[in-house]
């Protein structure tokens, strides 16, 4: 008899997904003061989230063979996490205040956004994962305001999240660029784009758009992505990149509690 086949994992694989979209909810429910609103629609948002893979196998894009071989299961796995989600943050919406139901519409929105770019299959590309950088942690967003959090300074984190993670995700892009292309170094373009990412945090907060703490809160990502291009880590040591990220984000969270709450 032959080897019994390994189940595939439904649960999303790309592991700086799950920080992307964790730590701004735990964020935003650090900043203010969380009740049963917030925790709920954390809750949902982050249910949802766990559903993206099983998507993608149960549309077709992981491939004809996935989709044969675990299709079913998969749709059986979206129905059950998004209602599952709905039920969680429709309840939570139910409870919050209009500030906090007019940013629960933010995350769905992005979402869909994101979802059209896997189904144009250009969600790896740099644009995507930019797009993925923003569309994550706008999460904790709603999250932040529901546990009332002024809307200006939830969206002020928020910010600072998106900016910290797209610096993340151009060292991690330099990384994989130089294992497939050694002679196409990117390094000095992915340079240049972080220090614009820090220097944008910078220049709005010198300009008073948002508050200073955003500028040091993007800084301890911008920093480990600096380095990590800098230093040429190579794709063999892809998981030193993550828990930089991980040091970086937990910075970033440090700060944005210390002068935002």
């Known amino acids: 008899m032959g080897k019994a086949r390994e189940a595939r994992s439904l649960l999303p ?8 979209v964790a730590m701004p909810i735990l964020c935003g429910l650090a900043l203010g003061r ?11 948002s982050f249910t949802g989230f766990l559903s993206y893979e099983a998507l993608l196998v149960a549309s077709g894009r992981r491939g004809a063979r996935a989709l044969e071989e675990d299709g079913a299961r998969a749709r059986r796995f979206v129905a059950r996490a998004l209602a599952a989600a709905a039920c969680l943050a429709g309840a939570g919406f139910a409870l919050s205040s209009p500030e906090a139901r007019l940013a629960a519409a933010l ?6 956004g994101v979802a059209l770019l896997a189904w144009l299959e ?8 930019m797009a993925v950088a923003v569309a994550l942690p706008s999460a904790g967003f709603p999250v932040a305001v529901a546990a009332g959090v002024r809307p200006g300074t939830a969206g002020a984190a928020w910010l600072a999240w998106s900016l910290g993670f797209a610096a993340a995700t151009l060292a991690v892009e330099v990384v994989l660029s130089r294992a497939r ?3 196409r170094d990117p390094g000095l373009r992915a340079l240049g784009g972080v220090a614009l990412l820090q220097g944008a945090a910078v220049a709005l907060a010198w300009a ?4 200073t703490a955003v500028a ?18 190579p794709a063999r040591r892809l998981r030193w990149v993550g ?5 970086g984000s937990v910075a970033t969270f440090a700060v944005l509690v210390a002068a935002l709450r």
């Not at 694989?13 to 992307?20: L, P």
């Not at 008073?208 to 508050?211: A, S």
């Open 216 to 233: 040091a809160a993007v800084a301890p990502m911008a920093l480990a992505s600096l380095t990590v291009i800098g230093l040429r880590v």
């Open 13 to 20: 694989h790309e592991h700086g997904a799950y920080g992307q």
């Open 208 to 211: 008073r758009v948002v508050p």
């Open 181 to 183: 292309a050694p002679a």
């Open 34 to 44: 969380p009740g049963a609103a917030a925790w709920l629609l954390a809750a949902g």
């Open 107 to 112: 995350p769905p929105a992005l979402a869909l």
């Open 243 to 247: 828990w930089a990220a991980v040091c």
């Open 122 to 129: 250009v969600e790896r590309t740099v644009a995507g994962e």
